[in-house]
Structure formats: C-alpha cells, structure tokens
C-alpha cells in the first residue's frame, strides 16, 4: 500500500509539469489563444527575494489596484486607446496581476506568454512603451508606493523594451 501511494506521488510529481503546459491557456471570460508553453521565464524579469517588494505593493490588493489603475488610465488616454482596442483585456488584467506579482517576490506563478510573442504584432512604438511607464507610474503613486520603491521595479522592467517595442 505505502509503495502504491509513494508510486503515486512520483507519477504525479513527474506528469503535473506537462499537463501544465497542456491546460487551456486561457480562462473563464477570456478569448482563447494559440498553445504556448507555460513558464514563469515568460515573465522576462527575475523576481525580488523575499516578500519585501510585494508588501511595499500592498499585496495582491495593491498589484490588483495598481494594474488597474495603469490599464484604466492607459485605455482612456487617447494617445493610447487605440492599441488596446482589440486587446482582451480580461486576460491582460489577469496576467499582468500575475506577472507583477511573480516579479514583485509575492510566490505567483505567471502564466502569461513572453513579452516578445504577446507584443509581436501590435507595433509598439517607443512613445507608447513611455506612455504606458508613466501609468503605471501614476497608479503606483497613487497606491502610495514610494518613489525609491517605484524605481526598484521600474529598473527590473525597463529591459523588456526591446520585446514590447517593435517599430
């Protein structure tokens, strides 16, 4: 019997990887994508150690209000508007929610795709990616995160430019 339950939990442990990447990649209210492995590495950016960056963010009420804040403002500027007309913006809410946290040191996993397919064909313009840096400036200000602090994640961020940026 114990060797059944350790025999298990081996097979398990070996199979929850791939059937991860096998789940839909797409939930409840949100438009189905094409299959892409699932990866925190698709985060492009190494988390903070410790939970210390997380809670200066408030937790995950903080990173929601924040992302909110940042996609609120970003869809209602008209400089904008355009780029997220077609975007689902469920999905986008979700996974940057999840991608700040993994970043942030809060222990989610992101299960979003890299920031190179996800801005492959939208023709970011480097005006766009400052726009997008000022709201979330703007949201995290007005979470209250201190400046140093917006910094600090503003720094682990800025090399994704070269994936978000395609013209």
């Known amino acids: 019997m114990i060797v059944r339950i350790a025999l298990a939990a081996a097979l398990a442990a070996v199979a929850l990887p791939a059937m991860a990447q096998d789940m839909p990649h797409h939930r409840a ?3 189905a994508v094409d299959p892409y492995v699932v990866s925190d590495a698709n985060a492009d950016a190494d988390p903070f150690a410790g939970g210390a960056m997380y ?3 408030g937790g995950a ?3 929601g209000r924040i992302v ?3 996609l609120d403002r970003t869809v209602a500027d008209p400089r904008t508007a ?3 007309a077609a975007t689902d913006m469920v999905r986008l809410r979700r996974t940057l929610k999840e991608q700040f946290c993994y970043i942030l040191g809060g222990g989610c996993a992101y299960t979003g795709r890299s920031m190179a397919d996800a801005h492959d064909d939208l ?3 480097p005006s766009d990616f400052g726009i997008l840096v000022e709201h979330l400036q703007d949201a995290m200000t007005a979470e209250g995160v201190p400046f140093h602090t917006q910094n600090r994640l503003l720094a682990r ?3 994704m430019h070269r994936d978000v940026v395609t013209r």
Do not use: T, Y
Request: net charge negative; proline share 5%; glycine share 24%.
């Open 29 to 31: 209210g949100e438009e």
């Open 55 to 57: 809670a200066a963010f």
């Open 61 to 63: 009420d903080g990173v």
């Open 68 to 70: 909110d804040g940042m």
């Open 82 to 84: 355009g780029i997220f």
């Open 123 to 125: 023709g970011l313009q």
């Open 157 to 159: 961020l800025a090399p």
